[in-house]
């Protein structure tokens, strides 16, 4: 399994950006999916995930600005982001669960400007 994010860049304080995690293998075929991030010196902690149901779950700290969903034309897990806070800035990962084994795309870098 390959999964491949892009989207990461630049945004000013209240902007938005929007992620993608493509995935060489059906995204709809994975038990759990989730976008992580790390800040500099910091653990790498969950920011959203979604189960093979659909039912999503969030971090607090993103709740109501971000958006989990699973594209099935593109067979990608979208992350969107809105209201973008500096406190946002890190490096996001996604990643992808099926059959015990677990999955990580290549980091994509998110810079939120104040």
């Known amino acids: 399994v390959q999964l491949q994010a892009s989207g990461g860049g630049l945004a000013q304080a209240g902007g938005s950006l929007r992620l993608s995690c493509a995935s060489s293998?059906?995204?709809?075929?994975?038990?759990?999916m989730g976008w992580y991030r790390q800040a500099p010196g910091k653990p790498r902690e969950l920011v959203a995930a979604?189960?093979?149901?659909?039912?999503?779950r969030y971090d607090d700290s993103v709740q109501g600005r971000f958006t989990i969903s699973r594209d099935s034309n593109k067979n990608t897990l979208d992350l969107e982001m809105n209201s973008l806070k500096p406190e946002d800035t890190a490096v996001y990962y996604c990643?992808?669960?099926?059959?015990?084994?677990?999955?990580w795309g290549q980091g994509t870098q998110v810079t939120v400007s104040s």
């Open positions: 293998q059906n995204i709809f075929g994975f038990a759990y």
């Open positions: 990643n992808a669960l099926r059959e015990a084994l677990n999955y």
């Open positions: 979604v189960i093979r149901s659909g039912r999503t």
